[in-house]
């Protein structure tokens, strides 16, 4: 499925009879596909700072920049599911346990 198509998807077709449901619908569509995108961005960076990290030849420069993209990456990606893991508690709250907001 090409991203395109789920970025259509992002909002549900509900026509003019939209409820409150429906919003958490969406904003759960748009977190679990920018959840997607970041993770995806971080494993490139991560693959990105290893091939400079392989390719320092012992160059000390090198070796801290790779050093340096490894630990912005790192503590990033866990800011972003830390974001989320408070998103899925309060929508959890809001609308009981039974909401699924993984799917």
Do not use: H
């Not at 790779?66 to 893991?85: D, M, N, P, S």
């Amino acid at each position: 499925m090409d991203p395109f198509s789920q970025l259509a998807q992002l909002v549900p077709a509900c026509g003019a009879n939209c409820g409150f449901g429906d919003l958490i619908t969406m904003i759960k569509n748009i977190i679990t596909y920018l959840i997607g995108l970041s993770t995806v961005l971080a494993a490139i960076a991560f693959a990105y700072a290893g091939f400079v990290l392989l390719t320092s030849g012992g160059n000390e420069s090198a070796k801290n920049k790779a050093k340096e993209i490894f630990r912005k990456v790192l503590i990033g990606f866990l800011w972003i599911l830390g974001a989320w893991l408070i998103v899925y508690t309060i929508i959890n709250v809001l609308l009981g346990s039974g909401y699924n907001l993984l799917g």
